[in-house]
């Protein structure tokens, strides 16, 4: 069945460094891609979303590209600040349908 | 504009007991989606229901079961509690007219601790 497989966290970073989480997925077709982000005490937000491969999808300075080839979606960031503190979720929905298939989750802390 | 509201927030129960949640979707969506989020771990999906009916369900016995109302609200009920129904339990809301694979808005969440 589809699966997605995340790296393994805590992610541990100064602000202002570069993040890259990890995000592989196995499916049937194409599925659309999400990532997700939870802060502490609440549910989920999406953060962004690709739909097709090659697509980039972007938001609040974090990026992620559908890469077909190598099936990933690795979330990037070019300068964390402690406010991105949080556990990042991958997922991904199959065709026709909207229920979320999640990886295990990455914990990304950032210190000033 | 009201996001998803999910109620109670916390809940303690213990072994054996029923329990029921609620849920209300986002204003304007139509379809909701109840997952299970033990500790560490990702969300998994146990069903989604449009128009008052169960359209998909994940791996989950028939314990949990659900019921969607004509204002679109939502409940999951899970009976014969067990120690490993303890965790986050996730509403979503989306729209089913506009397509599939549409992002889900999620609620904060309901924490079930079973004793």
């Known amino acids: 069945g589809d699966s997605v497989t995340q790296m393994e966290g805590p992610v541990t970073l100064s602000e202002e460094a570069f993040l890259t989480i990890n995000c592989t997925y196995t499916?049937?077709?194409?599925?659309?891609l999400f990532w997700y982000v939870q802060y502490p005490g609440e549910g989920l937000q999406l953060l962004l979303k690709?739909?097709?491969?090659?697509d980039k999808g972007s938001n609040k300075g974090f990026e992620a590209t559908y890469r077909k080839e190598t099936t990933s979606f690795h979330l990037e960031k070019g300068s964390v600040q402690v406010s991105d503190s949080a556990v990042y979720f991958c997922a991904l929905s199959g065709l026709n349908t909207d229920k979320l298939i999640f990886g295990t989750g990455t914990r990304l802390q950032v210190f000033p | 504009d009201a996001g998803v509201t999910q109620s109670p927030t916390h809940l303690i129960k213990t072994r054996g007991q029923q329990v029921t949640l609620r849920c209300s979707p986002k204003?304007?969506?139509?379809?909701v989606s109840w997952y299970q989020q033990a500790l560490g771990q990702g969300p998994q999906f146990i069903f989604q229901?449009?128009?008052?009916?169960?359209?998909q369900r994940g791996n989950f016995p028939d314990r949990f079961s659900g019921h969607q109302f004509p204002n679109y609200s939502s409940e999951l009920n899970v009976n014969a509690l067990l120690l490993g129904d303890s965790a986050l339990y996730l509403c979503?809301?989306?729209?089913?007219?506009?397509?599939?694979?549409?992002?889900?808005?999620f609620g904060d969440g309901t924490r079930l601790s079973i004793l």
């Open positions: 690709a739909t097709k491969a090659d």
């Open positions: 979503a809301s989306s729209l089913a007219a506009a397509g599939g694979n549409q992002p889900q808005h």
């Open positions: 499916a049937t077709g194409y599925p659309s």
């Open positions: 204003s304007g969506h139509d379809t």
């Open positions: 229901y449009y128009e008052e009916e169960e359209r």
